[in-house]
């Protein structure tokens, strides 16, 4: 696949501060013009606009064609770009600097040998590099100067100024695509480094190994029997910060335990002596069809897992006929999933609104290109919930390594977040965009009302999977609460919820109280984790399974049957279940 820019973006890119001579300068600003090179234009508020090309040369069309061109003008645009490319470097090569052709990338200080052409670095001399001024950090085995990148980092500077000096493969590997990378200049791979002699590393090799004989020992895909299975098979096979960080919820974890029981308080009045040979599972979600009455719920950090992450789910879920809700902090880029999707496939984005509002509108104008059917603004995440697990896992070496206390994978995901978000703010998204609204995190009958007021098309009943308010209720309650006290909510707008899911019985309840679609989020990441797509479309068959079983004994032809008299609360059985187990 080749890119040809029509605003030359990569040229644009090259900030004022650099450490590159004057001659990088120019060769980088020659590549900016007619690199094939594929950027991460969602995290690059400068690469917005580009034409993509088959292998053959032709326009390949996206969205309806919107962005094709003909043949002749593509190569007017790169001709364009390879010229403006050198103009750029031209001028920052020659007029903004001074040409020093003795220069060097990279500080003598440290040196320990060289490989590859590269200077082989200390972690002292990495250490050194932890300010505003000069932001070195370590991935895989090299060393990168992300100074100049400070200031763009959509999640803002202080992220990596809170990681600078260090090793953070880990944490980058896990909330990063691979081509992220792509978007730091050659020169800014200062070095590279002996990974073998990083403390941070010294877990790995037993981890790896541990994980090596628990893969080789996971029996076959068609062995899970339903999704407790993956659970326990990704206790095994994932890696410490991955399983801490999926399993974790906030405090006490007891509104991510309610969650599971929440389901063991709704029993079901069946109906029989119905034809059920034949019956109809599909519905469609602010008008988009689904082949089930499920979806996935928007988690973050599904490369944690798998090293395709979200890619994977996406694959997975476009087989089976589901919508996908897309994390704000997905592992891959917005690019990756969508290009993974097949014709029809449907995609919803979890928006969280940014602080820099700029920031949210440009995402909104990507998705809406890339062809997203709605959005899912998240409002229950003004702050992180405190997950310990997910801190636990990465004790401190010292006071100084924590500011501010924050640790765990979870610690580098709100940097973003408006914290003033209010009611007013639903306004003002629908006036930047046409995409359907699904207000997520709802908890109470009274902003369901609320929600509903303020022109959202759909509410999604949530408690964030138990990982923000601690005893928080859970979405099967509030759904039961909205059908007693306020009925008539359901003719105003789709509702959904999720939390605690695990068998497709629970699916039904839900739908027999007046859910359109329910959503699963760990299931996902733990079939992700342990069998990739195949995982995937394992945990979807299963489910289907269920749904379809549950709706044949309660006597349910098709969903317009599910009706709330088929479901009734009964907490003393509930408490004599729980008792008993």
Same mark, same amino acid.
């Given at each position: 696949?080749?890119?040809?820019?029509?605003?030359?973006?990569?040229?644009?890119?090259?900030?004022?501060?650099?450490?590159?001579?004057?001659?990088?300068?120019?060769?980088?600003?020659?590549?900016?013009?007619?690199?094939?090179?594929?950027?991460?234009?969602?995290?690059?508020?400068?690469?917005?606009?580009?034409?993509?090309?088959?292998?053959?040369?032709?326009?390949?069309?996206?969205?309806?064609?919107? &962005?094709?061109?003909?043949?002749?003008?593509?190569?007017?645009?790169?001709?364009?770009?390879?010229?403006?490319?050198?103009?750029?470097?031209? &001028?920052?090569?020659?007029?903004?600097?001074?040409?020093? /052709?003795?220069?060097?990338?990279?500080?003598?200080?440290?040196?320990?040998?060289?490989?590859?052409?590269?200077?082989?670095?200390?972690?002292?001399?990495?250490?050194?590099?932890?300010?505003?001024?000069?932001?070195?950090?370590?991935?895989?085995?090299?060393?990168?100067?992300?100074?100049?990148?400070?200031?763009?980092?959509?999640?803002?500077?202080?992220?990596?100024?809170?990681?600078?000096?260090?090793?953070?493969?880990?944490?980058?590997?896990?909330?990063?695509?691979?081509?992220?990378? !792509?978007?730091? $200049?050659?020169?800014?791979?200062?070095?590279?480094?002996? %990974? !073998?002699?990083?403390?941070?590393?010294?877990?790995?090799?037993?981890?790896?190994?541990?994980?090596?004989?628990?893969?080789?020992? #996971?029996?076959? %895909?068609?062995?899970?029997?339903?999704? &407790?299975?993956?659970?326990? =098979? *990704?206790?095994?096979?994932?890696?410490?910060?991955?399983?801490?960080?999926?399993?974790?919820?906030?405090?006490?974890?007891?509104?991510?335990?309610?969650?599971?029981?929440?389901?063991?308080?709704?029993?079901?009045?069946?109906?029989?002596?119905?034809?059920? +040979?034949?019956?109809?599972?599909?519905?469609? =979600?602010?008008?988009?069809?689904?082949?089930?009455?499920?979806?996935?719920?928007? +988690?973050?950090?599904?490369?944690?897992?798998?090293?395709?992450?979200?890619?994977?789910?996406?694959?997975?879920?476009?087989?089976?006929?589901?919508?996908?809700?897309?994390?704000?902090?997905?592992?891959?880029?917005?690019?990756? #999933?969508?290009?993974? $999707?097949?014709?029809?496939?449907?995609?919803?984005?979890? /928006?969280?609104?940014?602080?820099?509002?700029?920031?949210?509108?440009?995402?909104?104008?990507?998705?809406?290109?890339?062809?997203?059917?709605?959005?899912?603004?998240?409002?229950?995440?003004?702050?992180?919930?405190?997950?310990?697990?997910?801190?636990?896992?990465?004790?401190?070496?010292?006071?100084?390594?924590?500011?501010?206390?924050?640790?765990?994978?979870?610690?580098?995901?709100?940097?973003?977040?408006?914290?003033?978000?209010?009611?007013?703010? %639903?306004?003002?998204?629908?006036?930047?965009?046409?995409?359907?609204?699904?207000?997520?995190?709802?908890?109470?009958?009274?902003?369901?009302?609320?929600?509903?007021?303020?022109?959202?098309?759909?509410?999604?009943?949530?408690?964030?999977?138990?990982?923000?308010?601690?005893?928080?209720?859970?979405?099967?309650?509030?759904?039961?609460?909205?059908?007693?006290?306020?009925?008539?909510?359901?003719?105003?707008?789709?509702?959904?919820?999720?939390?605690?899911?695990?068998?497709?019985?629970?699916?039904? !309840?839900?739908?027999?109280?007046? +859910?359109?679609?329910?959503? /699963?989020?760990?299931?996902?990441?733990?079939?992700?984790?342990?069998?990739?797509?195949?995982?995937?479309?394992? *945990?979807?068959?299963?489910?289907?399974?269920?749904?379809?079983?549950?709706?044949?004994?309660?006597?349910?032809?098709?969903?317009?049957?599910?009706?709330?008299?088929? %479901?009734?609360?009964?907490?003393?059985?509930?408490?004599?279940?729980?008792?008993?187990?």
């Amino acid at each position: 696949m080749q890119l040809g820019y029509l605003n030359v973006a990569r040229s644009f890119a090259v900030p004022a501060r650099t450490r590159a001579s004057g001659l990088n300068k120019l060769i980088w600003g020659y590549k900016a013009g007619l690199s094939p090179v594929s950027l991460v234009s969602n995290r690059l508020p400068h690469c917005r606009t580009f034409i993509l090309l088959n292998e053959s040369g032709e326009p390949k069309p996206r969205n309806g064609d919107k &962005y094709s061109q003909p043949r002749s003008s593509i190569k007017r645009y790169v001709s364009l770009g390879f010229a403006f490319g050198m103009l750029i470097g031209l &001028y920052e090569g020659f007029i903004s600097s001074p040409l020093k /052709l003795d220069a060097l990338p990279f500080s003598s200080s440290g040196q320990g040998g060289s490989k590859d052409g590269l200077q082989v670095l200390t972690l002292e001399e990495v250490q050194k590099h932890n300010s505003e001024e000069s932001a070195w950090i370590i991935v895989g085995d090299k060393v990168y100067d992300v100074t100049d990148f400070l200031h763009m980092h959509p999640g803002g500077a202080d992220i990596i100024l809170r990681h600078a000096g260090k090793d953070v493969d880990e944490i980058f590997s896990s909330i990063h695509s691979p081509t992220v990378l !792509k978007m730091l $200049r050659p020169d800014q791979c200062v070095g590279m480094i002996n %990974v !073998k002699e990083l403390p941070s590393r010294q877990g790995d090799i037993e981890e790896q190994a541990r994980i090596k004989r628990a893969r080789e020992a #996971i029996p076959p %895909v068609a062995a899970m029997v339903n999704l &407790y299975d993956f659970e326990e =098979i *990704a206790k095994k096979v994932l890696s410490n910060t991955a399983w801490a960080y999926y399993s974790s919820a906030a405090e006490d974890e007891a509104s991510h335990a309610n969650n599971l029981n929440s389901f063991k308080r709704y029993w079901f009045r069946p109906r029989v002596m119905r034809a059920v +040979a034949d019956i109809d599972m599909k519905t469609s =979600i602010l008008g988009v069809d689904t082949a089930l009455p499920i979806f996935v719920s928007p +988690a973050a950090l599904a490369g944690l897992g798998h090293p395709e992450g979200e890619v994977n789910i996406t694959r997975g879920a476009g087989k089976a006929g589901i919508i996908q809700g897309i994390s704000s902090n997905a592992s891959r880029t917005i690019e990756d #999933i969508a290009a993974a $999707r097949i014709d029809g496939q449907a995609l919803f984005f979890q /928006l969280y609104i940014n602080k820099d509002r700029k920031e949210s509108e440009r995402i909104i104008r990507q998705i809406d290109d890339l062809g997203f059917k709605g959005i899912m603004l998240t409002v229950d995440a003004p702050v992180l919930g405190k997950r310990e697990r997910d801190i636990r896992n990465r004790p401190p070496v010292s006071d100084d390594e924590t500011p501010g206390g924050k640790r765990g994978v979870s610690a580098n995901l709100d940097s973003f977040f408006e914290i003033n978000l209010q009611w007013a703010d %639903v306004a003002w998204l629908k006036g930047i965009t046409s995409l359907p609204i699904v207000i997520k995190g709802i908890q109470t009958v009274e902003d369901v009302e609320l929600a509903i007021e303020h022109g959202a098309d759909a509410v999604y009943l949530s408690c964030h999977g138990g990982r923000q308010l601690d005893y928080a209720p859970a979405a099967m309650d509030v759904l039961w609460e909205l059908r007693q006290r306020r009925p008539e909510c359901f003719a105003k707008a789709e509702i959904y919820i999720d939390g605690g899911v695990r068998r497709g019985s629970d699916v039904v !309840k839900a739908l027999a109280l007046g +859910a359109k679609a329910v959503g /699963l989020g760990r299931p996902f990441l733990y079939a992700n984790g342990t069998y990739g797509e195949r995982g995937v479309k394992r *945990a979807i068959e299963i489910l289907e399974e269920e749904i379809a079983t549950t709706m044949r004994l309660v006597g349910a032809r098709s969903l317009s049957e599910l009706v709330p008299d088929m %479901v009734q609360r009964d907490d003393v059985a509930f408490v004599a279940l729980r008792d008993r187990q």
